[in-house]
């Protein structure tokens, strides 16, 4: 079965500091990658995604991510935070596969940061 | 991005007794909804998905005849647990989506706790 691993469970920065979250999977065949953004009291919302082609992925909020497969990792960063980016992030995983595309999911990095 | 509700957003009942928590898109038709649980400080588990109008599929581990799933609509999916007990206790997430393939859109998700 595949599996999402983020090492890093909680994250504390300063603003303006730069972030790299670490996220690594287990499945060896073609997958696609997540990354949810879950702000505090609020529902996931999706960051980014990669599915094919250019292996680093821009989102919304200044975040991007790259695909690397040799590593089978699919790191988040941001340059420079900001104390609204606060929240804990998800990193997930699904194989494509029409119709029953599931998700799995790391175990969450909370990311604090102080202003 | 599509709006996905859950109803009711935290519920506390008796050990015993059983609790409907409802999945609803309020903008879009969702072929596909799935059900996570969340357990505290950990990522989010997948516990079936249903597709409308047919049966749920369960995850490994999960038992169908307690977590009982309706798709009945393309709307609105239920989650009902019956005979609760504390161990049931968690945060219940629901996600829809659309076309096969398409982004899964996540609900605000529900507090039970089972006294």
């Known amino acids: 079965a595949q599996s999402v691993s983020q090492h890093n469970h909680h994250v504390i920065l300063s603003e303006a500091a730069s972030l790299e979250l670490g996220c690594n999977y287990s499945y060896g065949g073609t997958v696609n990658l997540f990354w949810y953004v879950q702000y505090?009291?609020?529902?996931?919302q999706l960051l980014l995604k990669y599915f094919s082609g250019d292996p680093l992925v821009k989102g919304i909020k200044g975040f991007e991510a790259e695909f690397i497969k040799s590593k089978f990792s699919f790191n988040l960063r941001?340059?420079?935070?900001?104390w609204s980016d606060t929240a804990e992030y998800f990193c997930a995983v699904n194989k494509p596969n029409f119709g029953n595309?599931?998700?799995?999911?790391?175990?969450?990095?909370?990311?604090?940061?102080?202003? | 991005g599509a709006v996905v509700s859950q109803h009711p957003s935290w519920?506390?009942?008796?050990?015993?007794?059983?609790?409907?928590?409802?999945?609803?898109?309020?903008?879009?038709?969702?072929?596909?909804?799935f059900w996570?649980?969340?357990?505290?400080?950990?990522?989010?588990?997948?516990?079936?998905?249903?597709?409308?109008?047919?049966?749920a599929t369960y995850e490994q581990g999960v038992?169908?005849?307690?977590?009982?799933?309706?798709?009945?609509?393309?709307?609105?999916?239920?989650?009902?647990?019956?005979s609760?007990?504390?161990?049931?206790?968690?945060?219940?997430?629901?996600?829809?989506?659309?076309?096969?393939?398409?982004?899964?859109?996540?609900?605000?998700?529900?507090?039970?706790?089972?006294?």
């Open chain 1, 40 to 44: 505090p009291g609020q529902h996931l």
């Open chain 1, 78 to 82: 941001k340059p420079s935070v900001q």
């Open chain 2, 36 to 55: 996570y649980r969340q357990f505290p400080k950990q990522s989010l588990m997948l516990m079936a998905t249903s597709n409308e109008g047919s049966k």
């Open chain 1, 101 to 115: 595309e599931k998700l799995t999911f790391g175990t969450g990095t909370r990311l604090t940061i102080i202003p």
């Open chain 2, 84 to 115: 609760a007990h504390p161990e049931d206790s968690s945060f219940y997430i629901c996600s829809a989506r659309g076309l096969a393939g398409s982004e899964q859109f996540f609900g605000p998700g529900t507090r039970l706790t089972v006294l």
């Open chain 2, 63 to 82: 038992e169908k005849d307690k977590f009982l799933i309706n798709h009945a609509s393309l709307t609105l999916s239920t989650l009902t647990v019956t």
């Open chain 2, 11 to 33: 519920v506390i009942c008796k050990s015993g007794t059983s609790v409907k928590i409802e999945c609803r898109s309020l903008d879009f038709q969702a072929t596909t909804m």
